[in-house]
């Protein structure tokens, strides 16, 4: 039975909700690169390599014959997924990037020293008054 109690724990902390939020953010923001991809940044590409159009990209590995399609090597899907991966893992190395910056001014930042206790500020004024007799 500990071992409910331990996951209803881990699950009401909040870190559970946080991944949940993050893993929905990521999705989307999945779906947005990939339409910047396909959508806006392929076809200018396709335009300049001479009006090529990636997703159509392929290779027929066996022709298509009655009743059964084609087999084919769709590279030019292959390289749009590439392009959305390197996207995404620029944007993720710059969000880890900035979060570790921030985490190092908070490290670098020095804690102001602490208040010198009752004792010791008592033992200083004896201490001064004996220097002054």
Known sequence: MSVMKEFKAF??????????????IGAAFGKIVSSLVADVIMPPIGLLLG????????????????GAEAVTLNYGAFIQTAVDFLIIAAAIF????????????????????????NQEVLLAEIRDLMKTR
Do not use: H, Q, Y
Request: proline share 7%; net charge positive; hydrophobic share 50%.
């Open 94 to 117: 710059m969000v880890v990037k900035s979060i570790n910056t921030m985490k190092r001014k908070e490290e670098a930042a020095p804690a102001a020293p602490p208040k010198p206790s």
């Open 11 to 24: 699950a009401i902390k909040g870190n559970m909700i946080d991944m949940a939020v993050g893993i929905v």
């Open 51 to 66: 009006g090529v159009n990636f997703s159509a990209l392929t290779v027929t590995l066996k022709a298509a014959r009655e």
